[in-house]
Structures are given as structure tokens and as C-alpha cells.
């Protein structure tokens, strides 16, 4: 357990849907990230967040759209993706200017 | 090309060292990190080396640091079936705080 958790683990969803994934941290931090993971590809940073302000968009397409309603929780809300969004979606948190990021179990996310 | 890297795969046998090699190109890293991610699971820390550092060793983990190669490498001494992961090497540029990691390498242990 690293004090970050995700939900849903796994999001099946057609290109038409609109979904939104669920991180919170019992850690502290405030600081909090969304990576997203395909395979054998580097992490990709997507958004970073600092105490609730968005500090990092990393050219991500409007599909995408992050919320941060405080320095506990962050979401990320989908709509209208595509099968090449299908992906881990993983959350961390870290103190700012920490070195140290923690992260959670991730979402498994298939776009039909 | 990518800025930290990786090769993607290695076999090692129960009880022998695993080694995984890294490169890197900011030289101005400050901190350079090794995660771990089991199957189902995000990453989790393992281990990190201040850039002023050559050595770090953790109990069966050994982190080497060339900077003037910007080389990385951890050893695994005594690989067990539960070190059986994916590896990822990290670094986080002087005055930033953002992590670039590699691709990871894919460890899998015989028997």
C-alpha cells in the first residue's frame, strides 16, 4: 500500500462514453500527477498539479481533462477517446520540489 | 532519441546477479532513480543516488553512477523469483521536479 489509491483498477469504454478516473493520497502531498503508461514506452507526464494548481499539460489532447479539487484527490475525466488512449493510467503524489514520487496501482483503460 | 534508456529485457537465473544498465543525456541531473513495477501494480520506489554519488548499496541492491558516461546501472545480488518486475531507471533535471523515465526493462527469473 503506498497511501495512493486509484479507481477504478480496470475501464472498459466505447469511444462515445465519457468516464472519469479517481486518485486520492493519504500521504500529505501537495503535489499530484497523471502519467500515462503504454507498453514498452516511457512514461509519459500528462498533467502535474500543485497545491490544486495545474502547473503541467504536456501538449495532452482535450480528451482529456484533468480536476483537482484539492491537494487530496485528482481526477481525470474522459470523453470522445480513442482506441490509441487505451493505456495504465497511473496517479502519483510527492511533496513539491520532492524527490520522491508515489504512485498508485493505475487504471487499466480499453477503448473499444 | 529518448532521454533516458533502457533495454527492454533480461533473463537471469534464481541466485545469480541481475544487472540492469541505463543511460541518460542531462548531465545536470541532480537525482537519478530506480523503480520497481510487479505485475497489477504502479511503480514503487526502489532506490535513488544523489548525482554527487558513484556508489549506493542497500542491502542485495547495488547502484552504480558514471556520470562522465551518464551511465546507471543496479545490481540485484541473489535474484529471487519475487524480484521478477519491470525496472525503470529515472532522473529529475537540476531545477526541475519532474521525473523522465526510460521505457523499463522486463526482468524475468528461472528457476
Known amino acids: 500500500e503506498t497511501g495512493v489509491t486509484q479507481t477504478p483498477r480496470h475501464l472498459v469504454m466505447g469511444m462515445t462514453n465519457k468516464k472519469s478516473l479517481k486518485c486520492e493520497q493519504h500521504l500529505g502531498h501537495n503535489a499530484m500527477y497523471w502519467y500515462k503508461q503504454s507498453a514498452k514506452k516511457p512514461l509519459e507526464l500528462m498533467f502535474v498539479?500543485?497545491?490544486?494548481?495545474?502547473?503541467e499539460n504536456n501538449s495532452v489532447p482535450s480528451r482529456f481533462s484533468p480536476e483537482c479539487p484539492n491537494s487530496s484527490h485528482l481526477f481525470l475525466h474522459l470523453h470522445t477517446l480513442q482506441p490509441e488512449d487505451s493505456a495504465l493510467y497511473l496517479c502519483?503524489?510527492?511533496?513539491?520540489?520532492?524527490?520522491?514520487?508515489?504512485f498508485g496501482s493505475g487504471t487499466q483503460l480499453s477503448v473499444l | 532519441g529518448e532521454d533516458v534508456e533502457q533495454s527492454l529485457f533480461l533473463s537471469v537465473r534464481e541466485g545469480d546477479s541481475s544487472v540492469i544498465n541505463c543511460t541518460y543525456t542531462d548531465s545536470s541531473s541532480t537525482y537519478l532513480y530506480w523503480y520497481k513495477q510487479e505485475p497489477g501494480a504502479g511503480l514503487q520506489l526502489l532506490t535513488y543516488i544523489f548525482s554527487n554519488m558513484d556508489m549506493k548499496q542497500d542491502q542485495r541492491l547495488t547502484v552504480l553512477l558514471n556520470k562522465k558516461d551518464k551511465h546507471l546501472s543496479l545490481r540485484i545480488a541473489d535474484t529471487q523469483t519475487g524480484d521478477s518486475a519491470i525496472y525503470f531507471c529515472a532522473e529529475i533535471p537540476k531545477n526541475d521536479y519532474k521525473l523522465s523515465f526510460g521505457a523499463g526493462t522486463t526482468v524475468t527469473v528461472r528457476a
Open positions: 498539479y500543485n497545491f490544486k494548481e495545474q502547473t
Open positions: 502519483a503524489s510527492s511533496q513539491v520540489g520532492g524527490e520522491k514520487l508515489f
